[in-house]
């Protein structure tokens, strides 16, 4: 199967159609275009803002950036250099190998280590690799982090969530199984009003949705009337549903109603913090299944 290695990306193509494209920088996956069983035909099923900086300049706004060692503003002391979300969606990885090509799929790894730009704010001793593959009508994402200190070094502590851009009318999709979890309203302005319990069958982004989903089932379904992907996750106990709706207004790099575009259904382990000991592999990993 084709794999077309670029200067800054590499782009898949399966011979039944579907195709993915993913930068070096941050290994952000910016494309994946697959049709369903029900549907053959290829339709794009990532959102990618208009304005999104793809130069390595800046994080993609869009498609699926890495997000490690932690989520949103650093609470861990060893995290305080950091800036929003860590720094792997900010650094260039390097083309590692093909891992497999066949009739069943195509498969790439990339891989970050230390370096000059990340030990300046980070001095922990770790490996990433992100392994992408492309089947007819799935895309997997698999993160393994390797912690590489002594025997005696004290255990990683880290984050890590795959922040995906679901293409979807933002007025019209859902998100299930979500019904009866905690969660953590991060748009309420006070703290004692943030935990919550969601009591919906069906949760929508009608209005603007920033909710960490605690101990969540690891199967969910994002729904409208013209698609549908199953994300299907192992060793994510969280999941958070993001849409800014209006406030979108004031992300930079949003295009001008971009918010109505997607809907954001990220897996992670963001609610506490893998500690992984010197010597060990831990792997988050993600299946989308286009549904329709």
Known sequence: MPIDRQADRVILQHPKGSSAEILFYGATVISWKSGSIANPQSVERLFVSGKAAVDGSKPVRGGIPVVFPCFGAPTHPEHSKLGQHGFARSETWTFDSVVMDNEAGISVKLTLEP???????????????????????????????????????????????????????????????????????????????????????????KNFTDFVYQNAPGTYEVTSPTSKVEIKTKNFKDVVVWNPQQEGTKIGDMEEGGWEKYVCVEPGFVHGFVALPAGETWIGQQVLTAKL
């Open 115 to 205: 370096k000059a730009s990340i030990t300046a704010k980070y001095e922990k001793p770790f490996q990433l690799a992100y392994v992408v593959t492309l089947a007819e009508h799935q895309l997997s994402t698999d993160l393994h982090v390797k912690n590489t200190g002594l025997s005696t070094s004290p255990p990683l502590a880290f984050q890590a969530l795959f922040h995906n851009y679901i293409r979807a009318n933002s007025s019209e999709v859902v998100v299930t199984p979500l019904k009866s979890l905690t969660y953590y309203d991060k748009t309420e302005p006070n703290e004692q009003l943030r935990t919550k319990v969601e009591e919906r069958d069906l949760v929508d982004v």
